[in-house]
């Protein structure tokens, strides 16, 4: 697990790496200014944190990472000189779970770095597991939803492009009547691990969306650039090759891809990439459809 270490004194850094040095990946920084930066970069997992900082104090940096979606989750153990119980109590009350006295004695620090490690650990697989579809074993609707809003306001901030795709398994519903709902389930996994593959970077999100319908977030990620993942999905599944006689014509299992970048707000964005993959159906299926996030209103049902 990641730890970064924030403290002004290079002694006390020193010390705490020397005593962690075999609990986690460390790294460190010396002001309150870098540690936002630092602990998105370095995916920090717990975060020991000196209150007297040279430019801001610590209790400034836990409430600014509170602040961060990203970063909120992330446990804080606050180090101080000081025997205060007003400023631990302040401390406490603005979230941290722990506060440990310098000098920093080893024995202690171990202790309860290894238990606020172990509840991080067990926090995330809770968090993971309710992230998780339990069929396809991708991201569920949930995790979506919550990235969506996040990579939005992220882009908006940026002023990066942000595109996400709408994937449907063309005439699914035909496929689970001749082969049955285990088949069927056993298809949907399959497309899913192939999209997955598929796929280039860590920060892009596929996520099922619901029933035989995928979602894939492709944040800095203009129009052009979308189309080509759209390409690159269509691709992965035809190489499976699965059988799909009950579709009119036979041949194999296929999807339809609705393509959107940008759009006023992230609801626009959602609602263009569906109506993109409307389009892609109504065109013939098993091919992609650009959409436009000038049209707010939602497009019709489609399976």
């Known amino acids: 697990m990641n730890i970064l270490l924030v403290d002004d004194d290079p002694i006390v850094i020193q010390t705490l790496g020397q005593t962690l040095a075999d609990l986690g990946r460390i790294c460190f920084v010396t002001q309150g200014q870098d540690v936002l930066r630092v602990a998105r970069e370095q995916q920090a997992d717990l975060i020991l944190l000196d209150i007297g900082l040279p430019d801001l104090d610590g209790f400034e940096v836990l409430r600014a990472l509170h602040a961060d979606p990203a970063l909120q989750g992330v446990p804080v153990i606050f180090l101080t000189s000081h025997d205060n119980p007003e400023e631990e109590l302040q401390g406490l009350s603005l979230g941290a779970v722990d506060f440990i006295h310098k000098p920093p004695r080893a024995p202690l620090v171990r202790a309860r770095v290894q238990t606020h490690l172990r509840l991080k650990r067990a926090t995330d697989q809770l968090r993971q597991a309710a992230d998780t579809d339990g069929l396809t074993g991708i991201a569920n609707r949930r995790r979506f939803d919550q990235a969506l809003a996040r990579e939005w306001q992220r882009a908006q901030r940026a002023a990066e492009p942000l595109a996400l795709l709408m994937v449907d398994i063309d005439h699914f519903k035909r496929y689970n009547d001749h082969f049955g709902h285990p088949q069927g389930d056993h298809c949907l996994r399959v497309v899913a691990c192939a999209m997955l593959g598929a796929l280039q970077r860590p920060a892009d999100l596929l996520a099922r969306y619901g029933g035989e319908e995928f979602v894939l977030l492709l944040p800095g990620t203009d129009a052009q650039g979308a189309w080509h993942v759209a390409q690159s999905l269509l691709q992965s599944v035809d190489a499976l090759a699965l059988p799909h006689p009950a579709q009119p014509g036979g041949g194999c299992v296929t999807i339809s891809v609705g393509v959107a970048s940008g759009g006023a707000d992230a ?33 019709p049902q489609h399976g």
């Open 267 to 299: 609801a626009t964005l959602v609602a263009a990439a569906d109506a993109a993959l409307y389009e892609a159906k109504r065109a013939g299926r098993h091919q992609a459809s650009l959409g436009t996030t000038s049209n707010h209103d939602a497009s």
